[in-house]
């Protein structure tokens, strides 16, 4: 791949423009692995870690959510169900 000098311009075939782009996307994303410490022999594993750890994460944060709800509604039918006990007297005198 030898590109044709104009007149301080390049001059390269699509083919070569593409395989050049190519090149530089993969030597970029190589860059950007060993800039985070994902690369090497265990960068797949770590990178299955990290999915299943975000993937914990995010059934802790639906189940919290879930308690907190079902939390909040046990509160509110047990204090319907005591204003209807002190209603109908069923503790003894009530309001």
């Known amino acids: ?17 593409e ?3 190519a090149r530089a996307a993969q030597e970029g994303a190589r860059r950007a692995l060993v800039d985070a410490g994902l690369d090497g022999r ?10 299943a ?5 995010r059934l802790m944060r639906r189940t919290a959510a879930q308690t907190i709800i079902r939390m909040l ?4 039918i047990l204090t319907l169900l005591a204003g ?12």
């Open 1 to 17: 791949m030898t590109p044709k000098r104009l007149d301080d311009m390049l001059q390269m075939s699509e083919s070569e423009f």
């Open 19 to 21: 395989e050049l782009l």
């Open 42 to 51: 265990e960068a797949a594993l770590d990178i299955r870690d990290l999915r």
């Open 53 to 57: 750890l975000l993937e914990g994460i």
């Open 73 to 76: 509604s046990a509160g509110l």
């Open 84 to 95: 209807i006990a002190l209603k109908l007297k069923l503790f003894g005198e009530g309001g």
